[in-house]
């Protein structure tokens, strides 16, 4: 590969992974019907303000038409909802020269070659980083959170079924139905399955196992997030399962992407490498990051920590979800 293909390597790297993102994007968007967003917000700045009117409470009273007397005034207030910017790269992927002209190959298949794989862990990396968000801000929410873990005793598990998704679906009382999705590890699916294969009712139908809905239509989405298991537990690992509203998680991407192409001399073989960098806003429903304590360009463990979002929505069911922590 040619000193003068380096822009065609960077030109097919940014062009197969952008194409690649765009479709997976929109595909995963109406798999998890909304309940996690990705899209381009080409946020400005380390934060993403946006403000929105508070619901009223209590904006209808009943009028004595034959009484006299002042009325309690109510105020209109605005809630501030702040979506945090995240900076995120490759560290230096060798590509040397002679490789590419030792096996005859056109800077156009390394180029699209890194760029699905930079797309595919891209796209995971954002998933992973908003789950935690996810788990972090619910989880600490006792009125969304149900911990059927604590119920059992050494020796013995409480896993998740149907049943248990039910109950958790009910933390929202009469606003259950702005719950769309599941989010959970494929632990807690394969003992939904042996519940489900155990029931009578047939609860289940594997006529698709790829699109798996429980009783009420929402998609069971299930991913390996690192945020979704919990090792640090005393007796069993436990399992998160989030149940989420329309666009109860956002991660917008700032359309920022830079590439940068090296050739260093001195080496027994002339080397090569190629370093990318982006950012993306991260921003859950119900909650605003907190810029004094989280500060600018949080790392995964800031983003993971609860003192770092705040919670700004009054009534729990106006919030991202809810959360089943399981065996």
């Known amino acids: ?7 065609v390597f960077n030109d097919w ?14 595909l995963f968007n109406a798999a998890v019907n909304n309940a996690i967003v990705l899209r381009v917000g080409n946020n400005t700045g380390d934060y993403s303000d946006e403000a929105s009117w508070k619901r009223l409470a209590g904006l209808v009273i009943n009028r004595d038409a034959y009484a ?14 702040t979506s945090v910017k995240v900076g995120q790269a490759t560290p230096p992927v060798s590509i040397p020269a002679s490789m590419m002209l030792w096996i005859q190959q056109d800077p156009e298949a390394a180029g699209r070659a890194y760029g699905e794989q930079l797309a595919e862990s891209l796209m995971q990396k954002q998933l992973n980083d908003i789950l935690s968000v996810g788990v972090t801000a619910i989880g600490n929410v006792a009125g969304v959170t149900r911990d059927i873990s604590l119920d059992v005793t050494p020796g013995t598990v409480a896993t998740s079924t149907l049943g248990e998704l039910n109950t958790t679906a009910s933390l929202f009382g009469d606003a259950s139905q702005k719950l769309v999705a599941w989010i959970m590890h494929s632990k807690s699916l394969f003992d939904l399955y042996g519940t489900a294969l155990a029931n009578a009712e047939n609860l289940f139908t594997f006529g698709n196992v790829k699109v798996i809905q429980d009783g009420f239509g929402r998609p069971l989405v299930i991913t390996d997030a690192p945020a979704l298991i919990d090792t640090s537990t005393t007796n069993n690992d436990n399992y998160h399962t989030l149940g989420l509203v329309s666009e109860g998680l956002i991660v917008e991407s700032n359309d920022d992407f830079y590439q940068s192409t090296q050739e260093v001399n001195g080496d027994v073989n002339i080397l090569r490498t190629v370093q990318s960098e982006w950012s993306n806003n991260y921003a859950i429903q119900g909650w605003s ?5 989280g500060g600018k360009s949080p790392t995964d463990a800031e983003l993971a920590t609860a003192a770092n979002w705040d919670k700004y929505a009054s009534s729990n069911k106006n919030l991202a979800g809810v959360l089943l922590i399981s065996n």
């Open 13 to 26: 790297t940014y062009g197969s992974m952008s194409e690649a993102i765009a479709q997976q994007v929109e």
């Open 289 to 293: 990051w907190d810029k004094a304590n």
């Open 68 to 81: 006299t007397g002042a009325v309690g005034a109510l105020t209109l207030e605005q809630l501030l909802e």
């Open 1 to 7: 590969m040619p000193l003068n293909s380096l822009q």
